[in-house]
């Protein structure tokens, strides 16, 4: 079976408005993340605590809240899990969980299991962002020393602005729908690099070719015939993965969600800057300079 | 070129043996992370002191590790981690700890034991209480229990600031009981300790002896006679599991800093068996999906990718096993992107196979030209993600270890099987049937 044959899809020729979509997104997006501020990190990283809870009874959000609100103690968050109105997530400040433990078996006694509990005080939520954004900036560091090793200097530099196009869009996903950036969403952001970057040189590798095949400084035919010929590997890759990261999302349970919404995300932009970010803007780069690309 | 195959099938199916001898049974050969076992992961952290230096903080810390240690060893845990994190701070990971509030409170505990002379003069207390507390001393509380068995301040007393004696002259500790049945806890001190106790009670009779733990008188029994011999009791109408507890923090010794607890995190058995279940189930179906795709999508090559999934997956949990690498969720996830990701190796070839049949190449020369072509396409692709998943192993956090370690040793396997074992195979078979056409 073929799913794409033979294509000659002029990908590159409204690059304008690709570029303007993208823009739009992340623009909304890091608004969104500056209007929030400190929501927009979990609890390992503002330090707070943390409650998984399983009710051997129906209820909901509201009534534990409403259970909860009667001991004063600030502000949180109670999230149900699946739809069976049994398990939940609560968010709590700084060492109330001790408190709102005993709040809860007071009211559903032995119907309530604390499936787990975490407490996280400001000191160690300094240390495990710094550890994640070290994890991270190195990560990273180590993909553009391999990017700029394999390629010509523009190449790289447009890969690289593809790679902080992905993790700039999924963040702005991550503000979109509320969901909170943790130790997590670092791991699968490093994973989309990582992802972005392959699939850009696999497109790269091939104009590369076909560059040294031809004399014609036809860039914007050369680079669509490109794409059109890795375009099946392309779709066949995103898929492949999206298969899995989805699986993951539908049944992999709370704890990997947000992880594989950032995937689904990434790997679906990742895909997509290969061609319409980082393939567009050496196309725009080399039309500005005369000179003939070396390769 | 017979020999030729031979070798590398043998290559290939002693691989196959040897990770299968390694991983199965999985449940057993395969060491699962806290967070699918369930159990108890803290950090702490010392209350400095102000102006202590760096060499002495870390001392600190070691000696309170080795405090740590030992009680945790008397608690029974198998397989805790026990370590020194930076000059300050301790990892403690206890899986599979049944009552992770008891394991937190005696590992957390100072268990600072002191025997404090009561004052028994009224005017000095009356003093006390009026708050002039005379140089050397200081007041402190007797907490007892109410009815109900919660502990509540009742009257304070006024002792002497300098212990008469204190906790490391502890040589033994272990519960007993009282005359009322009560629990207790007995102490055995040392000859040094011995012979201050006894000296002490000697010139002391008929005054109270205050035993502070942790700051809080525990009781304050009148002295009645020179006690020799070096032993002692605490009384204070225990239950039998708070006297265990008790009986093991002194045994241990006290800990010669304040401990703050900055992480706990308490993964109940339940649990981690949701997690293994529901990464399980994610990864099990992402990998069917995968693989029907592919048979459905690339015919009889599809089969082979598949057979080289398989392959792939056995080897990674066969060096996981063999290494003694940690499983965690998001490792499991990590082996259901491997096997996501370990396909388009797969894909970049036969892609290359289809566009050079079509430029007219003979089969044999078609996969030939399609396995060197792409080659280099798949290994800029890997390393990629071979970067993220060691700088992730050896940078991320707890369970984030695990992800970073399937998703490298994956995709490593995977340069073996989606390459050779398949090229191996598709040689072996368009040689030996001589096959002309072929459909991809």
């Known amino acids: 079976m073929e ?293 | 070129m017979k020999t030729q195959f031979y070798f590398k099938f043998g290559i290939i199916i002693s691989i196959i043996g040897v990770c299968f001898y390694l991983f199965y049974p999985p449940e057993k050969k395969l060491k699962k992370g806290l967070d699918l076992q369930g159990g108890v992961h803290i950090v702490l952290e010392i209350v400095k002191e102000e102006n202590i230096d760096k060499k002495n903080l870390s001392d600190l810390a070691d000696r309170v590790l080795e405090i740590i240690r030992n009680r945790i060893d008397a608690l029974g845990v198998t397989e805790p981690i026990i370590q020194k994190e930076g000059m300050d701070r301790i990892i403690v990971d206890l899986p599979g700890v049944k009552d992770p509030q008891k394991a937190i409170d005696i590992i957390g505990k100072t268990a600072l034991l002191e025997f404090k002379l009561v004052e028994e003069d009224e005017k000095l207390y009356k003093q006390a209480l009026e708050g002039k507390i005379p140089e050397g001393y200081e007041l402190l509380y007797l907490k007892e229990k109410d009815e109900r068995g919660i502990y509540r301040e009742t009257y304070p007393l006024l002792v002497k600031k300098e212990p008469e004696l204190t906790g490391k002259y502890i040589v033994d500790a272990y519960m007993g009981y009282d005359a009322t049945g009560f629990p207790d806890v007995n102490l055995v001190l040392n000859d040094e300790g011995s012979k201050i106790f006894e000296e002490v009670t000697g010139k002391n009779i008929g005054k109270r002896l205050a035993i502070v733990l942790d700051g809080v008188v525990k009781s304050a029994p009148q002295i009645k006679e020179r006690i020799p011999g070096g032993k002692a009791v605490i009384t204070g109408k225990f239950t039998k599991d708070e006297a265990v507890e008790l009986a093991i923090v002194l045994r241990s010794g006290a800990l010669p800093a304040k401990l703050n607890i900055i992480y706990r995190e308490v993964i109940g058995p339940t649990l981690g068996k949701e997690y293994i279940q529901r990464g399980f189930k994610a990864s099990l179906y992402g990998a069917i999906i995968v693989v029907i795709f592919m048979v459905f999508y690339y015919l009889h090559f599809g089969l082979l990718a598949d057979f080289a999934l398989a392959l792939n997956i056995l080897i990674l949990l066969g060096i996981m096993a063999g290494i003694k690498g940690v499983l965690t969720l998001p490792g499991i996830a990590g082996i259901a992107l491997t096997c996501g990701m370990a396909v388009d190796a797969n894909v970049l070839i036969f892609e290359r196979i289809r566009e050079e049949l079509k430029s007219g190449k003979s089969p044999k020369a078609s996969i030939d030209a399609g396995y060197h072509r792409a080659w280099t396409a798949i290994i800029d692709s890997n390393i990629t993600t071979i970067i993220v998943g060691i700088v992730l192993f050896i940078f991320g ?42 459909r991809i």
């Open chain 2, 397 to 438: 956090e707890g369970p984030i270890k695990g992800f970073g370690l399937t998703l490298t040793i994956g995709i490593i396997a995977n340069l073996f099987t989606a390459v050779y074992v398949t090229k191996t195979i598709v040689d072996w078979i368009v040689i030996n049937r001589k096959i002309e056409r072929i």
């Open chain 1, 3 to 295: 799913l794409i044959k033979n294509t000659n899809i002029n990908f590159l020729d409204k690059r304008k408005y690709w570029y303007i979509f993208s823009l739009l997104i992340i623009i909304a997006g890091m608004f969104l993340i500056t209007l929030k501020g400190e929501k927009n990190f979990g609890v390992d990283f503002v330090g707070g605590d943390l409650i998984n809870i399983e009710i051997n009874r129906k209820t909901d959000v509201q009534s534990l809240r409403k259970i909860i609100n009667e001991i004063k103690i600030g502000s949180f968050t109670v999230q149900e899990l699946g739809i069976e109105g049994k398990n939940f997530i609560i968010r709590l400040p700084q060492n109330t969980s001790d408190r709102v433990i005993e709040k809860l078996k007071e009211n559903f006694g032995e119907g309530i299991l604390i499936k787990g509990v975490s407490v996280v005080s400001p000191s160690m939520s300094i240390t495990l962002r710094k550890k994640a954004i070290k994890a991270f900036l190195i990560g990273l560091i180590g993909i553009l020393i391999y990017l700029t090793i394999r390629f010509e200097f523009r190449f790289a530099v447009a890969a690289t602005i593809a790679i902080f196009h992905d993790i700039l869009v999924v963040l702005s996903f991550l503000a979109f729908t509320g969901k909170q950036i943790d130790g997590f969403v670092l791991a699968a952001l490093l994973t989309i690099a990582g992802y972005s970057v392959n699939d850009t040189v696999v497109i790269f590798d091939r104009i590369r070719e076909n560059l040294r095949k031809t004399r014609s400084t036809d860039y914007l035919t050369i680079f669509n015939k490109s794409i059109n010929e890795t375009l099946s590997r392309t779709i066949l890759t995103v898929l492949t993965t999206l298969f899995v990261v989805l699986t993951i999302f539908f049944f992999g349970g709370e704890t990997l969600h947000t992880f594989a919404f950032c995937l689904i995300v990434g790997f679906i932009f990742g895909t997509y800057s290969s061609i319409f970010i980082a393939s567009a803007i050496v196309i725009d780069w080399l039309k500005k300079s005369s000179a003939r690309l070396k390769l």
